[in-house]
């Protein structure tokens, strides 16, 4: 952790967290959708990256919002640069689904673990992607 502490250290709590967290990401893998309810996050950033986080955790499977459709919903239509650099700063990928959100347009965009990645992900999903977009 980033106090210097094991989770075993910080008590049982911590301990919990991380067994349902890899118990929802083993869950994640063996399925094409995703389990739900997500383990509890305690997420840290400004105030807009945890917003951004939250709002993306909440996402339904199977729908890929844009930055700026991001940016309107949480009533800053003018933040599409802003929710693109909280999105790559995201700390928990997959949990936090940052692979779903697209560029302006429908494109697939980029993705902090690389494109391949973000279209694996998205086809584990049943996520079909157009053609030029899968060929990038």
């Known amino acids: 952790t980033g106090d ?11 301990a ?3 067994r349902l967290g890899a118990r929802w990401l083993a869950a994640y893998f063996e399925r094409h959708c995703p389990p739900s309810p997500l383990p509890p996050l305690a997420l840290s950033g400004t105030e807009f990256q945890v917003a951004v986080w939250q ?4 996402l339904p499977a199977g729908q890929l919002p844009t930055y700026g459709e991001i940016a309107r919903a949480l009533g800053n239509p003018g933040a599409c640069r802003a ?15 940052c692979h779903r959100v697209l560029a302006a347009g429908g494109q697939v965009g980029g993705y902090s673990s690389g494109l391949p990645r973000k279209r694996w992900l998205l086809a584990h999903e049943g996520i079909a992607l157009r053609r030029s977009d899968a060929e990038r």
Do not use: Y
């Not at 210097?4 to 911590?14: F, K, L, T």
């Not at 709002?55 to 909440?58: K, Q, R």
């Open 4 to 14: 210097g502490q094991s989770s075993a250290e910080q008590g049982p709590s911590a």
């Open 16 to 18: 919990r967290a991380l």
């Open 55 to 58: 709002w993306l955790a909440a």
């Open 83 to 97: 929710v693109g650099q909280a999105v790559g700063a995201n700390p928990l990928p997959i949990l936090i689904p």
